[in-house]
């Protein structure tokens, strides 16, 4: 059996792919683009990939999450959800399928997220779909269908942009985990950190990185 053709492209960038959305879309500004993204999701709700918008018009479409990424992905959400019930629901915990409108009019679905009661905001009548909010805290882990890190890095600074105050990429391939924090600069690099601190945005949540993600067989 000869290999797939993706097993070859060891040296190009598959995902995730690109499409502009058309340029009357875009002009209309973002809440038409956001219109448009949903209407394209819906009309292809049988197809399992995973849609983003980008703030200038861009549509990101990623493939089904394989295996170990969807456990990665499921483990670190249902801490911060435990997390949060243990405080009394002090806020709203989401996991990798909640959309988010940010406010430079992307549309992100981060992998794990978190945001205090004060800071939610309920979408109005004939405001486009999807949570009307950055997140507080905003997790996004790399899977093995990322060749590379560069998406991922300009993703997490677009959360930071736009009102996040703490961020983990974690990169399970490179077992790293970059930190990113409001008002500073620069992410701070973990190499093969155990344990992750919540700090001040979710105090007291400790996450046993290497344990729950690094280490999964």
Same mark, same amino acid.
């Given at each position: 059996?000869?290999?797939?053709?993706?097993?070859?492209?060891?040296?190009?960038?598959?995902?995730?792919?690109?499409?502009?959305?058309?340029?009357?879309?875009?002009?209309?500004?973002?809440?038409?683009?956001?219109?448009?993204?949903?209407?394209?999701?819906?009309?292809?709700?049988?197809?399992?990939?995973?849609?983003?918008?980008?703030?200038?018009?861009?549509? /990101?479409?990623?493939?089904?999450?394989?295996? +170990?990424?969807? %456990?990665? =992905?499921? @483990?670190? $959400? #249902?801490?911060?959800? !435990?997390?949060?019930?243990?405080?009394?629901?002090?806020?709203?915990?989401?996991?990798?399928?909640?959309?988010?409108?940010?406010?430079?009019?992307?549309?992100?679905?981060?992998?794990?997220?978190?945001?205090?009661?004060?800071?939610?905001?309920?979408?109005?009548?004939? /405001?486009?779909?999807?949570?009307?909010?950055? +997140?507080?805290? %905003?997790? =996004?882990? @790399?899977? $093995? #269908?990322?060749?590379? !890190?560069?998406?991922?890095?300009?993703?997490?600074?677009?959360?930071?942009?736009?009102?996040?105050?703490?961020?983990?990429?974690?990169?399970?391939?490179?077992?790293?985990?970059?930190?990113?924090?409001?008002?500073?600069?620069?992410?701070?690099?973990?190499?093969?950190? /155990?344990?992750?601190?919540?700090?001040?945005?979710?105090?007291?949540?400790?996450?046993?990185?290497?344990?729950?993600?690094?280490? !999964?067989?």
């Amino acid at each position: 059996m000869g290999q797939s053709p993706l097993g070859e492209a060891t040296d190009i960038e598959l995902f995730p792919i690109k499409l502009r959305l058309p340029e009357g879309v875009v002009s209309a500004g973002p809440d038409a683009c956001i219109d448009w993204f949903w209407d394209v999701c819906f009309a292809n709700e049988e197809y399992p990939w995973q849609m983003e918008l980008t703030a200038d018009g861009v549509l /990101e479409l990623m493939p089904p999450t394989d295996e +170990p990424s969807d %456990v990665h =992905e499921n @483990r670190t $959400s #249902s801490k911060v959800y !435990l997390w949060d019930e243990q405080q009394g629901f002090q806020g709203v915990p989401t996991g990798p399928t909640a959309a988010y409108r940010l406010p430079s009019g992307a549309l992100r679905v981060p992998d794990a997220a978190w945001t205090a009661r004060e800071n939610v905001r309920s979408r109005q009548p004939g /405001e486009p779909r999807g949570r009307p909010y950055c +997140p507080d805290f %905003v997790v =996004e882990i @790399r899977s $093995s #269908s990322q060749r590379s !890190l560069r998406p991922l890095l300009a993703k997490m600074q677009e959360y930071m942009d736009n009102g996040a105050r703490l961020g983990w990429l974690i990169d399970p391939l490179e077992r790293t985990v970059r930190i990113y924090r409001a008002g500073v600069a620069e992410p701070e690099l973990l190499h093969d950190p /155990e344990v992750l601190d919540g700090e001040g945005v979710l105090p007291g949540f400790a996450f046993a990185v290497r344990e729950l993600i690094f280490d !999964l067989a």
